[in-house]
């Protein structure tokens, strides 16, 4: 029998990991090596925090931030923070608004950082922040060192690669001319060149009808107020007499140095204008219903036409202008044009008339109708220019309807727009005459018949006296032989007397219509005086001058048979408009005695002031002297006078010894 082995006995060996049985539902417990971070503290209470201690006395805002601080917050890569910043700051100044004078130069600097923000919001809000505080608030202590800071950036915001930043840099550097109209004159060529170039590229950065809107809006601002430059440089002139200190004292050009290389500009910017007005006016005759947003951008467009033409034109009309400027103006004949704009302004008269003005919708038609009268307006100041006698008819029939419609006031096109325009026409309305050939006629007599029909008290009336005016300016127009010209010189006068009484006492003593009616009175007495003073003795027009004698009764003062004396507008006119309605007296060859009654009740009246009574007193011994006064009425005038005054003794004092001396004569 075989014996089997017996079994062989394992080693017995250490167990490594014990394997621990876990029941199901129970929480497993925390390793050994787990590391406790659990932290204990306890509260620290102080009676007084260091912070609180460094703000008590200094300005903060409604959260209790500091200038600095917030001014600090304005770079904060987070948007909100900085629209936050900059809401605060707001605040801060008008709560605090030394501050502002304290820590301009400071704000500046932070401030003109957010020009190229990448956020609108931020840009709007820096927007709102200069237009309504800062700026007002440093108006006078805004110095040219300032305005130079924020201009680098505004400038560099305009070559930004982001077209929204472009477009709002124009509005800030807009906002900027505004505050600080005389800033403009020192930046003009460099911003005309931003517009220039934004311009040519219109069709890649402009497509969106209200960004175009915003730049030619801005630049109508840029291009008026070269316009204007010479009462921008006068009045600060006139500042800079009465504050030594004013910022801009050696940063305000002195002259027209300056100005070739801005008529350059002005030269590149008319082809671009023009181009942009005939797009602009094919897309709206193709549309059924023209947008406000492109009637905006068109009207834009030509009051920027019409604005760079008269730069050109006032600085080629300037007696002493620089033979630089002079060098880069081609000549054509006698005249002087740059042949570039003549050429495309050309091209903007063959388009006019624009639209159908007679049958289109009547909303459409007033639009049309603003439109050409743009035009009109561009033409009329390049008139000596105009070598189209095709153009030159459209012209003028287009003149024609406008005074005609005008007069018979058939327009209801927008009032602010077309109230502007007419009276721009009606200023140049002298030129037209002047070289209006076989149309003279047919234009004076629509001037007249609107001149006639126009409100009293409205801006054409204005006009049409100033037009009248300009007309009769020189010496020659009252001598003039021409029958049909002086019908209308004798239609112009006899209308003037009508104008002061439809002015009347519509309106109390005191109120702002009364006052502006006051500079109406003014103007149509200095045109009457002018033409008491330049009429030739004898002559038809002195004749027509004597006849106003029975109209100005009741402008002085008229009276029923023993009823009281209704008193016309001389009574309530300031003094100057007294002045000159009693100067006018001197003028008649004849004083009538029914006017003369009509001053006497003026002179008798409690509300006339001394100074006027005595005044009327020596310009009419002037007229006896002079044999335009009977003595008989005179010496009739200076009894009632010495009658009246010894009823009431008191008066006699209000004379003092100079009316008593005119007295005893």
Known sequence: MVRSKPPSKKPNRGVDFKKIKRKIGKKLPPPKNQTNTEIKSKAIVLPEQSVASERSGMAVNKKGLTLRELLQQTSHHNAKIRKVALNGIRDLVLKHPSELKLQKLSIIEKLRERISDSDKLVRETLYNLLKTVIFPSLKEEFTGSMISM?????????????????LMAFKFFELIVISFPSSFLLYAEKVLDNYVDILKNNQIYLQDKSKLKSVLAGLVRCLSLLVDREDILSNETKILEHECLHSFEVELPKDHSGMPSVLKRI??????????????ALSIQAMPVIDGQSFDCILYTLQNINMAVKVVVDEINRPHMSHEFSSILPSNGNKLMPNTM???????GDSFPVGKIYHSAEKEGERFFILNLGITEIFLHLITWIDDPNLFEKLLHFIETLLLKQGSRNLSA??????????????????????????????????????RNCKVESTHCLAYLAAIE????????????????????????????????????????????HLLMGYHFQVILKLLLQIGQCSPQN????????????????FYGTQVIAGPVNYGPFIKLPTDCQELSICCLYYFSSLNPDLLQSITFCCLCNHLEPSVLLRIIEVLESAFRAAHLPISDYIGFLVTLIARFKVYPAQLKKLGTRGWTLLER
């Open 150 to 166: 924020m201009m680098a950036y505004v400038f560099n915001a305009m070559t930004h690669i982001a077209i929204d930043i472009r």
């Open 267 to 280: 030269e590149d910017l008319v082809p671009l204008l023009v181009n942009s007005f005939h797009d602009s």
């Open 342 to 348: 003549l050429m495309y302004l050309k091209k903007l």
């Open 414 to 451: 927008t009032k602010t727009i077309l109230e502007k325009q007419l009276v721009s026409i009606i200023s140049l309305f002298p030129r037209i005459v002047a070289v209006s050939g076989g149309w003279r006629l047919r234009l004076l007599e629509a001037f007249t018949t609107a001149f």
């Open 470 to 513: 300009e007309m009769l300016k020189d010496d020659s127009a009252f001598k003039s032989c021409d029958p049909d010209m002086l019908s209308y010189q004798i239609v112009w006068l006899q209308e003037l007397p009508n104008l002061l009484l439809k002015l009347g006492d519509r309106h109390p003593p005191l109120s702002k219509i």
């Open 539 to 554: 002559s038809p027009l002195a004749s027509e001058y004597n006849c106003l004698q029975w109209r100005l009764k009741e």
